[in-house]
């Protein structure tokens, strides 16, 4: 069974600075996609950036970045500029098979 | 564009009473997803429906969870009798389907049903 690893339950940043939220999954499959949501206090699952793991090149989503790295099995997700907004809980999920596995989340706080 | 719409937002019950929970998916979706999250979890698949056909029930706790998705758009998740244990956020998700084109794979998710039983 895959399993999705968030190893960081709480992360802090200060305002306008960068933040990496680390992933790490355990498959057997080939082919798969990996996601990053984002879940604010409103419970609102949104995508943030997603990753199909035949592709080399990291996805990139405007201040968000991935750095996937297929082999190692990780796969984080980096905020540049961090708003304000950005707070909310983070959650890497892995989809094979139309099976979608969510890991543990990272809450992130954004200081002032 | 609408997404996808669940109601109610909140859900307060006494043990034992039956509930329902109902998600509309994104027009045109295909697959409509029904999740459990826990406080402080990540969602865990209970059901996915493919159309009208419930192909992954596995998670279902099929004693006192049912769920249906009549003419293949629409659903509605009920709990009888609701536990205690039951208390917990039910988020909705729906997506084009896989292998129906670029981006089919990404789920859309609602603002969720939290119950809470008393």
């Known amino acids: 069974a895959q399993t999705v690893t968030q190893s960081q339950p709480e992360m802090s940043v200060q305002e306008a600075e960068t933040v990496t939220l680390s992933c790490t999954y355990d498959?057997?499959?080939?082919?798969?996609?990996l996601f990053w949501y984002k879940q604010p206090p409103s419970r609102q699952m949104i995508l943030v950036i997603r990753?199909?793991?035949?592709?080399?090149q990291n996805a990139t989503e405007n201040r968000f970045s991935v750095n996937f790295q297929k082999a190692a099995k990780s796969f984080s997700l980096k905020i540049s500029d961090s708003q304000l907004g950005d707070a909310a809980m983070y959650f890497c999920?892995?989809?094979?098979?139309?099976?979608?596995?969510f890991g543990t989340g990272t809450r992130l706080t954004i200081i002032p | 564009e609408a997404g996808v719409v669940q109601s109610p937002r909140y859900k307060i019950i006494e043990k034992k009473q039956p509930v329902a929970f109902w998600c509309n998916p994104i027009?045109?979706?295909?697959?409509l997803y029904w999740y459990l999250q826990n406080l402080g979890q990540g969602p865990e698949l209970l059901i996915r429906?493919?159309?009208?056909?419930?192909v992954d029930d596995s998670q279902l706790p099929k004693d006192r969870f049912s769920a249906e998705r009549l003419k293949g758009v629409d659903s509605t998740l009920k709990i009888q009798p609701a536990e205690l244990g039951d208390s917990a956020v039910y988020l909705c998700?729906?997506?084009?389907?896989w292998g129906t084109g670029t981006g089919s794979y990404e789920q859309y998710f609602g603002p969720g049903t939290r119950l809470t039983v008393t």
């Open positions: 999920a892995y989809a094979s098979n139309e099976k979608l596995t």
């Open positions: 027009s045109g979706h295909n697959t």
């Open positions: 998700a729906s997506s084009p389907g």
């Open positions: 429906y493919e159309n009208e056909e419930a």
């Open positions: 990753q199909e793991a035949y592709k080399q």
């Open positions: 498959t057997s499959e080939s082919d798969y996609y």
